[in-house]
């Protein structure tokens, strides 16, 4: 079993974070950036399907400055390979994937596995869209992969707690929500000892297509509310809507 | 004089026992050299002559349980002398007239000496049977989850103190009888032999055959004993007499803030007995299972499953049963399958108070990083502490915090700090992650640097540029952020121009003053204790007011056990007029507050039952009629303040930091708001 983790930095939530100049995008200067959370988990169920049942796990990212600390970090916890991809800078979530599935398309693969969504554009759609490119099924919101034979367990997980079980033919993309553990801890000196002993596969980003037709036109600052004003008795209620004109 | 029969027995006793001890004293060497390397010793005369003073002296048994340590100088010093009791009683078996009673005064102060050593060492032994099989206690048990090797928790260390104590009191009891039988067959007493003469008179209604066989059978407990427990001596934990000594002399030399370095990076740290550096498995064998270590460890008295004396127990008992096997290059369990578990490993507060104490120089805690180590290589490691070391790896501090925020406790001062990574300074201040990030540290941060600011000192920081210098991530067993952490901050220091560096937080100190120098970082390095002291001694900072308070000064251990400094906090508390009472534990002795080696950042044992911060403001609020509990490190006042108030004690205790009391005495007009900083 190959799978391929593709993996996305975005930016560190505890930084302060900006609008630039344009108003349309975020200040990217001088923050930092970290692995999407999801994609952590994706990346650590795939290594628990390692663990457990023996697979080849390939780590892929879109070269940036932080890329190479984030492969080998991924190499360290366990990853067999690793890939960038450049020359391509892809603007939207269709452009990301078109990346990947690029890459993904030329390498051949059991499982493509990443996070459900990532905490910069919230757009959940980085799976559907490389399944879609990919022509192969696609699951999100995945809590649990389990491998028999050409097949895989998928446990997914709905709103309200109803878990469900599905039976996916190989290949297929999972949109990974949580993994079965918390993502294990790479130690840097680990970290760097494979910096010095294994190399990164680049491969070229391809055409990247013309993304989603969709534009940002306007960033800001959610805008401070009022402050909520907590009522102690119906009739205070009553009150309030009686001054809004409701009753 | 022996018979011939028995002249020729008692040589082959000897050349028998020492044929069969021979296997298990050549085992303990093999074994130890197959530990892992180690810094090479040096000046090993003085070394040994330095450790065979100490010993001499008792120095290292006296540094706790004075009471105990007395009985075991009695046993000590008896033994030491016994050396020439039994070459003598050697000489009298096979040399015609060899007879020390009725010489002269020589033979006599020498029958004297041995007459009053025999005597103590059985009072000696006598106490320790009654201690450990009579009055038993709490000292020698351990926590129910300390993980006890099948040897152990069957009753070793019982048996093998009853054994070890039946020796002793037949070995010695046998040679004083038979001085006893001698006198009763001479039939006159001996003012050399008070207490024999004593007992002879007991005995003087006995025939001359009766003594005389009553003298052969003495003779033979006396010096055929000590051969016949030759074989057994390499299991015992009596073998201490010999390998302490030698361990002692091959203490680390070190200052005690540095750790050893990794061997190798591939697979850093152990896993196995043999993974150890070869001093620590010498341990094992130097351990006189007294449990002093365990008594001090707040981690073992706050009911979790960590005991350093049960570590180095457990290695002693599984190499008792293993040595052959290891020596043939048989396979190894883990360390943790047997010595300690994984709970326990991540229980250390690397607090030092086991080394310290050690009466026979073990390091049970360098044990416990060596794990640590192996440990976090194979990503085995807390989830909680998962999480921070990653913070510590992206941001560069342990709150998990921007960077850019490092500096923020600045704003609401009244003046501004020089950035230090632009401008030169005279004294950087090297502020620490907790001094920076925690709000109730930043409130003291702010009172030091107004006491600098006023004192018109010429200071500065690296605000963003500082970054934790990883001196607990490398006691939690992380090597390598430890180092990166190093790399980006002696870079960072490099470019900046200073003097001197000045640090609030004492384990930060610790780093930059020991581990940074070997990294290639030359700097003067002060605590603020030192620091501000120097400052009021040359009258920079003036101190107007007395306080007149009595107040308590708790001991951060990386600055007094790791680093010696004790009294620079003290002299600065007597200048502002706070008498300082001290807590029972004080000093080498001061109990730590629980927080370090990466305490601070793990969810609690599950088997606590009380916080060691706890513990400590328990052992304050005890004082007669003190208000004030003083602090000298960041972490400590957050802890204590919280420990003040989960123990109970809120309106009794009051944590303050040490520049708290500068600045009061300071008597600083306040600055007035319309003078905050533009």
Known sequence: ?247 | MLTPLEQIAFIVLVVVCLGLGYRGFSRIIQVVRSGGKTEPFDHLVRRFINALIDVGLQKPVFKARPIVSIFHAFIFFGFSFYILVNISDLLAAYVADWNTIGGGPVAGVFNLLADIFSILVLVGMIFFLIRRFVAKPDVLKYNPNVKLYPGVSAGGIRRDSLIVGTFILLHVGSRWLGTVFHLAASGHTDPWLPTASLMAGVFSGLSHDALSIGMHVSWWLAMGLIFLFIPYFPRSKHLHLMVAPINLALGRETPRGVMGPVEDVTSPGAVTLSDLPWPQILDAYACIMCNRCQEVCPAHQSGTSLSPAALEINKRYFLNDNAKYLVKGGEQPSLLTYAISEDAVWACTTCYACVKVCPVGNEPMMDIIELRRQLVFDGRIPDELAEVLRGLDEKGNSFGESARKRSRWTRDLYFEIKDAAQEPVQYLWYVGDFASYNQDCQETSRKVARVLHAAGVDFGILMKGEKSTGNDVRRIGEEGLFEALAEDNLKTLADGQFEEIFTTDSHTFNALKNEYPRLGGDFTVKHYSTFILQLVKSGQIQLKKKLNIRATFHDPCYLGRYNGIYDDPREIMELCGVSIVEMPRNKENSFCCGAGGGQIYMKEHPDLTQRPSENRIEEAVALDAVGYFTVACPKDLTLYADAVKTSGNKDKLVVRDIIDYVLEAMALPEPAPAAAKA
Do not use: W
């Not at chain 1, 950036?33 to 994706?42: I, Q, S, T, W």
């Not at chain 1, 452009?95 to 910069?120: E, K, W």
């Not at chain 1, 205070?236 to 001054?243: D, F, P, T």
């Open chain 1, 1 to 247: 079993m190959r799978i391929i983790v593709p993996l996305k930095l975005v930016p560190d939530l505890v930084e302060e974070l900006e609008v630039d100049d344009s108003g349309r995008a975020l200040d990217t200067e001088y923050v930092k950036f970290k692995l999407n959370e999801f994609d952590d988990h994706a990346l650590e169920e795939a290594l628990l399907l390692k663990d457990s049942a023996g697979a080849e796990v390939t780590a892929m990212a879109v070269v940036t400055e932080d890329a190479d600390k984030l492969l080998f970090t991924a190499l360290a916890k366990g990853a067999d390979s690793a890939i960038k991809l450049t020359g391509g800078e892809p603007k939207d979530s269709h452009q990301l994937a078109r990346m990947f599935a690029n890459a993904i398309a030329s390498q051949g693969f059991d499982l493509v596995m990443t996070g459900v969504q990532s905490v910069d554009d919230r757009d959940g759609q980085l799976g559907p869209i490389l399944a879609t490119y990919l022509g192969i099924p696609c699951i999100s919101v995945v809590t649990g992969v389990q491998i028999s034979g050409n097949s895989v367990t998928i446990n997914k997980e709905y709103s309200g707690g109803v878990m469900a079980e599905f039976e996916v033919d190989t290949p297929a993309v999972l949109g990974i929500q949580a993994a079965r553990q918390t993502p294990r801890y790479a130690p840097v000196s680990k970290i760097r000892q494979i910096q010095q002993t294994t190399s990164i596969e680049t491969v070229a980003a391809g055409d990247l297509g013309s993304g989603a037709g969709s534009e940002i036109s306007h960033m800001s600052r959610p805008e401070k509310g009022q402050g909520a004003k907590m009522l102690n008795s119906v009739d205070e209620l009553l009150e309030v809507l009686k001054q809004v004109g409701l009753v």
